[in-house]
């Protein structure tokens, strides 16, 4: 009878785990769609996949961020060029650096 006690506040103990980090109420919802869904789709699993993937919250703003930092990367690879670019010009207009200690 004590093992089953501690069994029942173990799944107790998880089940309020589950309701505090919002595991239950997202599972709840995705369901609740999938229950609201005129056509159901051939795959249960693949909707349940799909709409939980699509609630993370990171998921757009990791590809948002992402996409910014290939953007940033390709501006800074352009902004090393033009910046080589004009040394090399600035350098034709400006005499050699020991030249200048004769004035």
Request: glycine share 2%; charged share 35%; net charge negative.
């Amino acid at each position: 009878m004590a093992h089953c006690k501690a069994a029942d506040s173990k799944r107790e103990q998880f089940r309020r785990y589950l309701e505090k980090s919002g595991v239950l109420d997202t599972l709840t919802k995705v369901l609740v769609a999938l229950y609201e869904e005129p056509e159901k789709p051939n795959s249960a699993l693949d909707f349940l996949k799909h709409h939980l993937g699509a609630s993370a919250p990171e998921n757009p703003e990791v590809e948002a961020l992402r996409l910014e930092v290939a953007e940033m990367k390709e501006k800074y690879e352009a902004v090393l060029e033009e910046n080589k670019k004009l040394k090399t010009k600035l350098a034709q207009y400006e005499p050699p650096q020991d030249e200048k200690h004769g004035e």
